[in-house]
């Protein structure tokens, strides 16, 4: 029999510590778990929770009791984690690891409590337990780094044929590559067998970085340079476009549109610019070749390639603006953040229309202007379709009409572009939209180049309420003979089209959609899904709730009953919370896919978040101040739709995005949140898939774990693919730049950025050296460094 050591007059104090730490948790769960169960939820928490109380009660009366009850406590809740999540790696840590960290001291208290001779044994079992435990989690996070290879890749065929006029090789012409946007190279000096010896071949800054904290906030730059002959084009997040050697990083010229502040949208970012070469034009004159791109304040430039000068024969002195018949446009409402597409000679552009600020902000109108003379060959204004041109004197085109943000691809042979359409203004309320704009809403449209008008379109949400706008471009390929476009979307949904017709070439179906939300009868009873392949996982169950210990998951247990989850296309609600997965920031956004054209393979990044949504009352926007920008009521920056107005609308919206718990910075959803898979073209096969993104930077309350493992991270930007058989890409929140072996999903090299790589890379060859280029800029969304460094990699010499 245990003789309590209190008897002999000593009262040691440690028990007394842990004993009031595991009542008070105990005490925590116990309420929080009441709750929980009174929602229908988990009743471990309550059951625990008592346990943990008299634990913990035990244990400051210095009763060995209570440690022998926690130890039996840990058991059942061992037992119960297995029970409810498997051998899912990370779905354990909650549940098991603050747990284990108690065990481990309760086993080195109980010793005090005793005055057996042996008693100090259950100290050094506490040792060897700890020991044993965090070996078994090093085998458990080493088996979470492995790629799970599901298939051999295609074999090597003839390739695709791209109708591109330029196309990627030694130079990289177009942001995607080129206009069919494959982000294919067929370089390969660089190989999964001397990857490893990859090293920096040169860094430059190029200057642009917030002029201020609040500035701060709206940062990330999203560049993908261009190559063509000796020289490499980078557009900044304000805009500059600075011409390098691409061999040295020398600055060859340096030109500054001069982008005040006040026109940053949500992100100050330039995705990059278009290279054109004046048909017929002599090589010594000025402008032969130029440099087109637009502005966050909304203007098209050209400039010289070689000189960084202006073209004074395009627009008025090398620029046109493009809010000309729009009507009143505040700045930052409209802005041009994408390259525009050039084919047969006509640039089609779009423009961010800034989120969430009013139902009648300015027209989501689509252009064409002439590369040479910068002068408007045509406007489409879904509105106004019989209109060719400008609009008529005294009018503007139609307000608060979907618009494209992100990049078009081109067809040169058909003459055809092809648009991602997002929304109407006013994403998450749909009953004041008109019937063309719900006939053209998220969706792809193939414009005719010529005349600026429809030729077909692809819808894949119909009345869309959850922001899931086409964020990617679409990419140009061949599919079983027939000219097709891959087109990845925000839902996960892969679809491939026949581009000449816009016909699905891989079958497509009906689900049957939720009901309900404050506007029951606009939400539609079906939606469509691919039944090819899709990104997306099975839907939430309270289970997928995480943190970093149990507390934290049973918070988030409680926030999931709590709010309005019906499965995918779950609609917002007014009265309480509602759960989209995933959220607006995909499945794909705009760094799109990669496509390699000889094997057959897709590459696809995507994010695995939901949003944690709620819309607000008009009346409760208006006491918190909820307003549009230019009515200058709160602050620019911060997540999207974290607060948006939607004026002129019955509510604002509030957005969670991830659905991050405010006090850790933790998401809700266990990990991963991000991946990264290769698919068979011909079969729609899944070739391999992983968890993509460490957790070396992530950490609760925003503290850097620094742990190499693949947690699968929030990722953003694009991947590449050459003839080498690599994947080069940035894009995660671990700051890293990593090579992929396509023919594994192993990550074969790496190199730690000196901020965030949200943007997609690109290659190159000069000198008949293969070059790796990548824009390492940060983004404030992503919560990565901002940095204005532009960094070239190499194999040595």
Same mark, same amino acid.
């Given at each position: 029999?245990?003789?309590?050591?209190?008897?002999?007059?000593?009262?040691?104090?440690?028990?007394?510590?842990?004993?009031?730490?595991?009542?008070?948790?105990? +005490?925590?769960?116990? #309420?929080?778990?009441?709750?929980?169960?009174?929602?229908?939820?988990?009743? @471990?928490?309550?059951?625990?929770?008592?346990?943990?109380?008299?634990?913990?009660? +035990?244990?400051?009366?210095?009763?060995?009791?209570?440690?022998?009850?926690?130890?039996?406590?840990?058991?059942?809740?061992?037992? =119960?984690?297995?029970?409810?999540?498997? &051998? !899912?790696?990370?779905?354990?840590?909650?549940?098991?690891?603050?747990?284990?960290?108690?065990?481990?001291?309760?086993?080195?208290?109980?010793?005090?409590?005793?005055?057996?001779?042996?008693?100090?044994?259950?100290?050094?079992?506490?040792?060897?337990?700890?020991?044993? *435990?965090?070996?078994?989690? #090093?085998?458990?996070?080493?088996?979470?780094?492995?790629?799970?290879?599901? #298939?051999?890749?295609?074999?090597?065929?003839?390739g695709m044929p791209d109708t591109a006029p330029m196309q990627a090789g030694d130079d990289w012409p177009a942001y995607g590559g080129s206009f069919s946007a494959r982000r294919y190279s067929p370089l390969a000096q660089i190989t999964p067998a001397n990857v490893g010896k990859l090293k920096r071949a040169w860094l430059i800054h190029t200057g642009d970085l917030p002029s201020s904290a609040q500035v701060r906030n709206t940062y990330g730059a999203e560049d993908t340079p261009l190559k063509v002959g000796d020289t490499l084009y980078v557009c900044t997040p304000k805009n500059l476009v600075i011409a390098l050697d691409p061999a040295t990083g020398h600055l060859r010229w340096r030109f500054d549109p001069k982008v005040p502040d006040d026109a940053i949208p949500y992100t100050a970012a330039c995705r990059g610019v278009d290279y054109y070469a004046v048909p017929g034009a002599a090589a010594n004159q000025p402008c032969a070749a130029r440099i087109i791109f637009g502005t966050l304040d909304a203007r098209l430039f050209a400039i010289d390639a070689r000189s960084g000068a202006r073209c004074e024969d395009f627009g008025t002195h090398g620029e046109v603006d493009t809010k000309v018949g729009m009507g009143n446009t505040p700045p930052g409402y409209v802005s041009i953040n994408s390259p525009p597409t050039i084919v047969r000679g006509v640039v089609v552009t779009g423009h961010q229309v800034l989120d969430g600020?009013?139902?009648?902000?300015?027209?989501?109108?689509?252009?064409?202007?002439?590369?040479?003379?910068?002068?408007?060959?045509?406007?489409?204004?879904?509105?106004?379709?019989? =209109? !060719?041109?400008?609009?008529?004197?005294?009018?503007?085109?139609?307000?608060?009409?979907?618009?494209?943000?992100?990049?078009?691809?081109?067809?040169?042979?058909?003459?055809?572009?092809?648009?991602? *359409?997002?929304? $109407?203004?006013a994403d998450y309320y749909s009953s004041l939209r008109r019937p063309e704009e719900n006939q053209y809403a998220t969706s792809l449209v193939a414009l005719d180049v010529t005349t600026g008008k429809p030729r077909w379109r692809f819808q894949a949400v119909r009345k869309d309420v959850w922001d899931y706008d086409f964020g990617a471009q679409a990419t140009l390929v061949d599919y079983k003979g027939t000219p097709a476009l891959v087109l990845p979307s925000k839902q996960g949904d892969i679809y491939i089209l026949d581009r000449r017709t816009g016909r699905p070439l891989t079958p497509v179906g009906e689900m049957r959609a939720p009901a309900g939300g404050v506007e029951p009868g606009e939400r539609a009873p079906t939606q469509l899904v691919s039944l090819w392949q899709n990104l997306r996982k099975p839907d939430l169950t309270e289970r997928d709730m995480w943190g970093m210990s149990p507390i934290d998951q049973m918070i988030c247990r409680i926030q999931f009953r709590r709010a309005s989850y019906k499965g995918f296309y779950t609609p917002p609600e007014s009265d309480r919370r509602s759960i989209e997965y995933p959220g607006y !920031?995909?499945?794909?956004? =705009? #760094?799109?896919?990669?496509?390699?054209?000889?094997?057959?393979?897709?590459?696809?990044? @995507?994010?695995?978040?939901?949003?944690?949504?709620?819309?607000?009352?008009?009346?409760? $926007? !208006?006491?918190?101040?909820?307003?549009?920008?230019?009515?200058?009521?709160?602050? *620019?920056?911060?997540?999207?739709?974290?607060?948006?107005?939607?004026?002129? &609308?019955?509510?604002?919206?509030?957005?969670?995005?991830?659905?991050?718990?405010? =006090?850790?910075?933790?998401?809700?959803?266990?990990?991963?949140?991000?991946?990264i898979r290769a698919i068979d073209i011909a079969t729609g096969r899944t070739l391999w898939d992983r968890p993509f993104g460490q957790a070396r930077t992530n950490g609760p309350f925003g503290i850097p774990s620094m742990l190499p493992v693949d947690i699968g991270t929030p990722n953003n930007g694009g991947a590449v693919v050459t003839a080498g058989g690599l994947v080069f890409i940035a894009a995660s929140t671990d700051n890293l730049i990593r090579a992929i072996d396509l023919a594994t999903g192993e990550t074969v090299w790496s190199d730690v950025l000196p901020a965030g790589g949200q943007a997609t890379p690109m290659t190159y060859s000069m000198g008949g050296k293969q070059y790796v280029v990548i824009y390492a800029g940060g983004h404030h969304f992503m919560k990565t460094p901002i940095g204005d460094e532009v960094i070239a990699y190499a194999l040595p010499s």
């Open positions: 029999m245990a003789i309590p050591l209190a008897a002999s007059g000593r009262r040691p104090v440690a028990p007394l510590i842990l004993g009031i730490v595991i009542a008070l948790i105990g +005490l925590i769960l116990a #309420g929080g778990g009441a709750w929980l169960a009174s929602l229908g939820g988990s009743a @471990y928490y309550l059951v625990t929770g008592l346990a943990m109380i008299a634990s913990g009660v +035990l244990l400051v009366r210095r009763r060995i009791a209570g440690g022998w009850l926690y130890v039996a406590i840990f058991a059942a809740t061992v037992i =119960w984690a297995l029970a409810e999540a498997g &051998t !899912n790696d990370w779905a354990l840590v909650p549940r098991v690891i603050a747990p284990l960290v108690l065990l481990v001291a309760v086993f080195l208290v109980m010793p005090t409590l005793s005055a057996r001779p042996n008693r100090w044994r259950l100290g050094t079992g506490a040792s060897v337990a700890a020991v044993v *435990i965090v070996a078994l989690f #090093g085998t458990i996070f080493a088996r979470m780094n492995a790629p799970r290879p599901m #298939g051999a890749l295609p074999p090597l065929a003839a600020q009013d139902r009648w902000a300015p027209s989501g109108v689509i252009r064409g202007f002439d590369a040479v003379t910068g002068k408007l060959r045509w406007a489409w204004d879904m509105m106004h379709p019989d =209109w !060719n041109g400008y609009p008529p004197e005294g009018q503007s085109w139609t307000r608060g009409t979907p618009n494209m943000w992100t990049i078009a691809s081109g067809d040169e042979a058909l003459g055809l572009v092809y648009l991602p *359409i997002g929304n $109407a203004a !920031n995909g499945g794909t956004d =705009w #760094g799109g896919i990669a496509v390699d054209p000889r094997r057959g393979v897709i590459v696809a990044n @995507y994010n695995d978040m939901p949003n944690y949504v709620r819309l607000v009352p008009r009346a409760e $926007a !208006n006491k918190l101040g909820w307003a549009p920008r230019d009515q200058a009521r709160g602050a *620019i920056g911060g997540a999207e739709g974290a607060g948006d107005p939607q004026a002129n &609308t019955p509510y604002a919206i509030d957005v969670n995005a991830g659905w991050q718990l405010p =006090w850790t910075g933790l998401l809700c959803k266990q990990p991963p949140y991000g991946g």
